[in-house]
């Protein structure tokens, strides 16, 4: 019997794999005079945008070429919480951009559901859901509004905070649904073993 199912060594993974790999760079590029340069504040911000849009193309690959995998569906997200972690927890400290309620909120949520799906993953893997993309995509808008240089633009940091705060509704929202989603695939499994039992 052939085994049609792609290798999880393929393209997409590829690109999931470079977004984790690239953190680091970030990271680095923002720090750099302790994220007081505008130049080096530009450089980490173009780096941001390019990880946060490669999550676009391994998905747009994976579903055009079949190369959907488990691996897959498990390292997408966390290579978007390790961005988006890394992200919010620099501009909190030691860049100072962020009260540290901001981070704490989002990472609790991330780490929580993070956490869920590998509690179930010997059930199902549990891929993101609309609300999740979405949640990423404001996310995303918030964090390159706050890492772009804002001395002088007072608009822009406005609208940073009103799409942050947006994330935050949205990140709490769909947290509380994948956590009613995990309990009951955890509920349908035991139900299931102690009805084979």
């Known amino acids: 019997m052939v085994n049609d199912a792609p290798s999880p060594w393929n393209v997409a993974n590829y690109v999931t794999m470079l977004r984790i790999a690239m953190v680091p760079v970030f990271a680095w590029a923002l720090l750099v005079d ?29 579903r055009s070429r079949n190369l959907i995998t488990d691996l897959g569906k498990l390292l997408d997200p966390i290579a978007d919480k390790l961005l988006v972690g890394a992200a919010l927890v620099l501009l909190w400290w030691p860049v100072g951009e962020l009260p540290w309620w901001v981070p704490a909120v989002i990472l609790a949520r991330e780490l929580g559901i993070t956490w ?20 990423t995509v404001l996310q995303a808008v918030a964090i390159t509004a706050f890492l772009l240089p804002r001395d002088d633009l007072p608009w822009l940091t406005l609208i940073a ?7 935050i509704v949205v990140t709490v929202v769909t947290g509380l649904d994948y956590a009613y989603q995990g309990w009951r695939i955890r509920r349908s499994a035991r139900r299931g073993s102690r009805a084979g039992a």
């Open 34 to 62: 302790g994220g007081e340069s505008d130049t080096w504040r530009l450089v980490a911000t173009a780096i941001f945008v390019v990880a946060a849009l490669s999550d676009k193309v391994d998905g747009y690959l994976a």
């Open 161 to 167: 905070w009103i799409v942050m705060l947006a994330a």
């Open 116 to 135: 869920m799906r590998m509690a179930v993953l010997k059930y199902v893997v549990m891929p993101a859901s609309r609300g999740g993309k979405l949640k």
